[in-house]
């Protein structure tokens, strides 16, 4: 790595999330070029050539960046809506609102979306959008124009949605697309954009959207499509008792039987939710590596329930952390997920012994890269892998008073991000993005939710 700049941060906590979970209570870490070079105890080499900048990390812990796994930036312009539903009931509302997106929109909500996430830490950010009502625009390009805009590593999930009110399906026929069309454009997409080159900016994935608003002919297609082209596939799966009764009324089985008989489980996939699981559920998530987002603030919006992470963890199944769409999760925030995914597991079965603060970041740092297919490049800062990571602040008031570092970050308030760097380029500094303006992305975002609430 001779002739690469280096960054060079020291005096700080370290949690480093690789496999054994080391930690350092006063650490180092060099980046070189867009890797890291090497992490460890106490100061960094003083003999280091090429250091562009020394960071004093004084008061603050590093992790490797958060990994966002599931989300809806269009969201962003509907947020606050269908207040005291539940998720049946809050989409029926929404769906005639979503299906006056365009692309302005979409550009000004994912731009919305992506820089609330990284000014509060995630690295890599994703996307499942599967609302395309005709003559919209190029939506997905207006998705990764934003995520280029805002400097995060980026998954886009292309979407879909074949089965109208027509064929039983929850949204209106206007806002789905044909079984051909939808898998026609998903793969001209996949062509298009994405980069399976190694520290990759822009993943694409293949998304019908749920298994009551997609036909078994699309989910069908859309896994042998995904497999033939090597690229992931995502849906969201088990996710109400609504969902659940939905599926046995109609395929006579539950929502992950269901998904098995069309392709959908292995080491290629995730879903979001995964709430309503049985035994036997986990079991095939576990023997095939089929991936979880668990996004505990959407589910509780919602009413949605409790999903069984410390079972999914007890399995092996890889489990990463997920905003959802900002209609269920207003705050669009990862980091306050860390503390929430916690909380929300000791009000189940396993009480005190759900996750601890060591497992919450775990899950939004290396799950949410094993999740998306990228362990090998982000989630846990170890040398070689991709210089994706966060200096918190802990020694301001939020935090100064709590000792173990990683304990401030997941149950403290939200810490502030000193500084978060994607692939060794600052993203955040001091808590201000570098890369967008918040406050004209905040005016755009306002004035295209209006325009879009008042086309509806
Ligand atoms: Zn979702």
Redesign the pocket.
Known sequence: MSGQKRIVIENCAVATVDADGTEHASGHLVVAGDRVESVGPGPAPRDLADVVRRVDGTGHLVTPGLVNT???FYQWLTRGLAQNANLFDWLVALYPVWARIDEPMVEAAAQGSLAMMARGGVTTAMD?HYVFPRGAGDLLAAEIRAARAVGVRFTAARGSMDRGESTGGLPPDFAVESTDAALAATEEAVRTHHDPSPGSMLHVAVAPCSPFSVSTELLREAATLARRLGVRLHT?GS?TVEEERFCHDRFGMGPTAYLESTGWLGPDVWM??CVHMTDADLSAFAATGTGVAH?PS?NARLAAGIARVPDMLAAGIPVGL?V??TA?NESGELHTELRNALLVSRLGPHRERALTARQALRLGTLGGARVLGRADEIGSLEPGKLADLVLWRLDGLGHSTIEDPVAALVLGAPAPVTLSLVGGVPVVEDGRLLTVDEDTVARTARAQSRRLLAAA
């Open positions: 599931h989300h809806h499942h969201h996710e979001a939710h996004c959407s997920g959802d769409g269920s």
